[in-house]
Structures are given as C-alpha cells and as structure tokens.
C-alpha cells in the first residue's frame, strides 16, 4: 500500500491486511511525506507490517539518513541508478528495485541470486495508475518479482493470474485524492489480492497437497 502519508491511514491499511506500507521520498511526488510522519505511521501499523521507504533519484546520504529517521524495514529505489549504488544501500536495508517493462529483462539477469535486491515492475511514471500489458511481460518477469502499475481492486486479481508477482503495490487507485486513501478501495483491493494469492499456483511452492484437497 503505497503513499502512506498519515497515521490514520497507515491504521487504515494495517487493518485491512496490507503486508507493507510505502512512504515517499521523492520531492517530485503527490504524495509527499516527513520522515517523521512516515514514523509515527509506521508505529500505528503495528510489528507485523513491513514500511518501505520510497526514493526516486537521491543522494546516498539522504536516502540513508531518511530511511534511518523513518525507521523504515526496506528502501524501494526509482530512476536510472548504478548498480554500485543500488549494493552500497542493500547493505543496509533490504531493496526494491523498480525497472520499467523495457528494463526487465536486463534487470532480472543483472539482479539474479544478489541477495538483498529484489525487483519490482512498475509503470513508466511511478504513481500515475496505468497499468501494464501483463501477458506481454510474462516471459521476463523473474520469481519473486513485486509489480506494481495501475492496479487497484477491479484488476489485481488478473494480474496476479497472469505473473504470479511475491507481491502487488498500489497508490492512485485507492485514493480519494493525492495522499488520501479511500478505505473501501483499501479494503476490496486487499480482500483480492488475498484471495487470488491464496488460490495461485505459484512456480516456486509446491500446493499440489492443497489442490488435491
Ligand atoms: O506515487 C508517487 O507519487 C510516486 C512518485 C515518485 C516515485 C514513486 C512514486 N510511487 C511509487 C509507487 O510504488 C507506486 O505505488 C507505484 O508507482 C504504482 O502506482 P499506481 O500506478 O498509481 O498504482
């Protein structure tokens, strides 16, 4: 659950089931938040709930030095970053990597076995509820990917059919405006993506007791 900008909805996901929230970083975005605000969220969420840190094209120190004030479990990274950079972070927290369907493939053998580095797909602009041509990305799209682009209630649930991603992150459609999240989209698009990722197959578990039930 993505642009977190407040305790009450940071409350708000944490109920609804939502396994991590994200907090933005980056100047350019709606969805703004402080540091310690991201904090005092993420507190309001509880221990079960894991709070990524947002950045888009930032220096090494800030995104250090903001993560570490957040208290944020791990960094999501956007924009066009040397590889030196993405493993000088992933010493410190766990990463998201976000690449754009045209770096997929690239990105997956680069990022193969790295421990730490985790891709993420999104849209070409981050935060901007447009979603991808997921059939098309299937072929690259590695185990354990996250994705993200344009999903919300009425289309998790297909995309989590056609890629079977570790995890879904949404922002736009599940708000009432920029930074304000709409509870019942929060609450319908958690309810789907839980039930289609309790009924995938995925490639790396084997459910084959659970089908045979
Ligand atoms: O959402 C933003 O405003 C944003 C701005 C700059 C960098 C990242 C941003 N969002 C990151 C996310 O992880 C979004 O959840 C992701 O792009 C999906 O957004 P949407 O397509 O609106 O669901």
Redesign the pocket.
Known sequence: M??TTSVADAALAAQAGADAL?F?F?P????LVSAQVAREAGLAAGPTVARVG?F?NQGLGEVLRTAEAARVSAV?L?GPLAGLYVKQIAAYYPVLR?VRPEELAGAAREWDGVPGVTLML??PE?????PLDWAALRADFPAGAWL?????PANVAQAIRELSPGAV?????LELS?GRKDPAAVRAFVAAARGELSTVKRPDVDNSAACAD
């Open positions: 993505c642009g994200g933005i980056a350019v975005s709606k969805r947002v888009m999501q956007h976000v999104d849209a981050p935060g901007g509820g447009v993200a682009g344009g999903l919300g992150d949404a922002v736009s459609r920029p």
